[in-house]
């Protein structure tokens, strides 16, 4: 079985592709899988680092004003099919997956087109433009909420797998990643994260909450993205006492172990996220992006708020003040965590991962 994974840019579009394609790997051992993303995706890093051939294309996303960039867009764009066509010429898939990004237009399209078995996979309640262009060409179209069957047509393509999450989120010591991690003992562990690229407005919060507030009252993995770190490591100012309380990192690779360790996350509200979240059953306080298409992360957090299992706080709301009083309101009441701990898991799909493998290989038969 040989197959081609198209997804990239942000860790929402790759992390899906990778637990699939492990997936795959741990039920037939012999099959023979290769991503395709751009070169300036976060997709260079994450699929090497798993073990899986990268291969690129050149392709970038519309602005909706006109401008040089456009055109530069629109060439890219055509040169972005012949592109993908050698590149499914060179791997000779039995089936493509598109798992999100603008790399998945051209090589979708063209595997279609080639006769090639096609699946989309669509994590948000509401459907990228890709996805919803692709949706006529593929063999199947796996959503993970059962709200974004309304933006598709063709319903006899559309299969309910929910989002596909690593294997190693459940496969996962706590203590041992206690121990690991070298914080303190006795204190609760909060992890606070914006997204694969960081989110400038929870990172400058959380920087205020440390500076100003903090005094001790937990510890905290606080991943600000690449592009942030440096300005966002230099400005967290802490009395010598606190500072082994507090992990400034770029990016969390090892983002089972830390899971599996937090007590509260601290996160925006894509859908893999809210997936794992569910998954693992930890307790959340969700700051939605507003910058989303639809803002259908807001529509992610209330879904997972209104089963108990997280605070949600806007970012047109958060400060310093409101972010620290949530976050020792709840940690100071380990009876309300776990409850929330608890309806965290009401509406997970834990098997995804078979419900995908099953299209793939009904599709390849």
């Given at each position: 079985?040989?197959?081609?994974?198209?997804?990239?840019?942000?860790?929402?579009?790759?992390?899906?592709?990778?637990?699939?394609?492990?997936?795959?790997?741990?039920?037939?051992?012999?099959?023979?899988?290769?991503?395709?993303?751009?070169?300036?995706?976060?997709?260079?890093?994450?699929?090497?680092?798993?073990?899986?051939?990268?291969?690129?294309?050149?392709?970038?996303?519309?602005?909706?004003?006109?401008?040089?960039?456009?055109?530069?867009?629109?060439?890219?764009?055509?040169?972005?099919?012949?592109?993908?066509?050698?590149?499914?010429?060179?791997?000779?898939?039995?089936?493509?997956?598109?798992?999100?990004?603008?790399?998945?237009?051209?090589?979708?399209?063209?595997?279609?087109?080639?006769?090639?078995?096609?699946?989309?996979?669509?994590?948000?309640?509401?459907?990228?433009?890709?996805?919803?262009?692709?949706?006529?060409?593929?063999?199947?179209?796996?959503?993970?909420?059962?709200d974004a069957e309304k933006y598709f047509k063709n319903k006899e393509k559309l299969v309910h797998t929910?989002?596909?999450?690593?294997?190693?989120?459940?496969?996962?010591?706590?203590?041992?990643?206690?121990?690991?991690?070298?914080?303190?003992?006795?204190?609760?562990?909060?992890?606070?994260?914006?997204?694969?690229?960081?989110?400038?407005?929870?990172?400058?919060?959380?920087?205020?909450?440390?500076?100003?507030?903090?005094?001790?009252?937990?510890?905290?993995?606080?991943?600000?993205?690449?592009?942030?770190?440096?300005?966002?490591?230099?400005?967290?100012?802490?009395?010598?006492?606190?500072?082994?309380?507090?992990?400034?990192v770029p990016y969390i690779y090892e983002v089972g172990q830390v899971y599996a360790a937090s007590d509260?996350?601290?996160?925006r509200a894509g859908a893999i996220t809210i997936s794992e979240l569910q998954t693992m059953g930890i307790?959340?306080?969700?700051?939605?992006?507003?910058?989303?298409?639809?803002?259908?992360?807001?529509?992610?957090?209330?879904?997972?708020?209104?089963?108990?299992?997280?605070?949600?706080?806007?970012?047109?709301?958060?400060?310093?003040?409101?972010?620290?009083?949530?976050?020792?309101?709840?940690?100071?009441?380990?009876?309300?965590?776990?409850?929330?701990?608890?309806?965290?898991?009401?509406?997970?799909?834990?098997?995804?991962?078979?419900?995908?493998?099953?299209?793939?290989?009904?599709?390849?038969?």
């Amino acid at each position: 079985m040989k197959v081609l994974i198209a997804g990239g840019g942000t860790g929402g579009h790759i992390n899906p592709g990778l637990a699939i394609a492990k997936h795959i790997m741990k039920k037939n051992p012999s099959a023979e899988i290769t991503f395709v993303g751009t070169k300036k995706g976060l997709e260079t890093k994450l699929v090497p680092r798993e073990g899986f051939t990268l291969e690129t294309i050149t392709v970038r996303g519309f602005k909706r004003k006109l401008s040089l960039d456009t055109v530069l867009a629109l060439k890219e764009l055509a040169q972005s099919f012949f592109q993908a066509s050698r590149l499914i010429k060179k791997v000779r898939p039995d089936v493509v997956i598109g798992t999100g990004g603008y790399v998945c237009g051209p090589v979708l399209y063209v595997a279609a087109k080639k006769g090639i078995p096609t699946l989309i996979h669509e994590s948000n309640a509401f459907p990228g433009v890709t996805n919803r262009l692709l949706e006529r060409y593929v063999n199947y179209v796996a959503i993970s909420f059962k709200d974004a069957e309304k933006y598709f047509k063709n319903k006899e393509k559309l299969v309910h797998t929910g989002n596909p999450v690593r294997q190693e989120l459940m496969n996962t010591n706590r203590e041992a990643v206690l121990k690991k991690l070298d914080i303190v003992e006795g204190k609760p562990l909060l992890v606070a994260m914006g997204g694969s690229r960081g989110a400038r407005k929870i990172n400058e919060t959380v920087v205020e909450m440390l500076n100003t507030r903090f005094k001790g009252e937990f510890n905290l993995i606080f991943a600000t993205g690449e592009a942030q770190f440096n300005d966002i490591n230099l400005s967290v100012c802490l009395d010598e006492k606190y500072k082994k309380m507090v992990k400034v990192v770029p990016y969390i690779y090892e983002v089972g172990q830390v899971y599996a360790a937090s007590d509260l996350m601290i996160c925006r509200a894509g859908a893999i996220t809210i997936s794992e979240l569910q998954t693992m059953g930890i307790p959340s306080l969700l700051i939605p992006s507003p910058y989303v298409t639809a803002n259908h992360q807001e529509h992610n957090a209330r879904s997972l708020e209104k089963d108990g299992g997280a605070v949600v706080i806007l970012e047109n709301e958060l400060n310093a003040d409101i972010l620290y009083n949530s976050i020792i309101k709840l940690i100071s009441n380990r009876d309300v965590l776990n409850r929330m701990a608890a309806d965290a898991t009401k509406n997970r799909i834990i098997d995804s991962g078979e419900k995908i493998y099953s299209l793939v290989e009904n599709m390849c038969k």
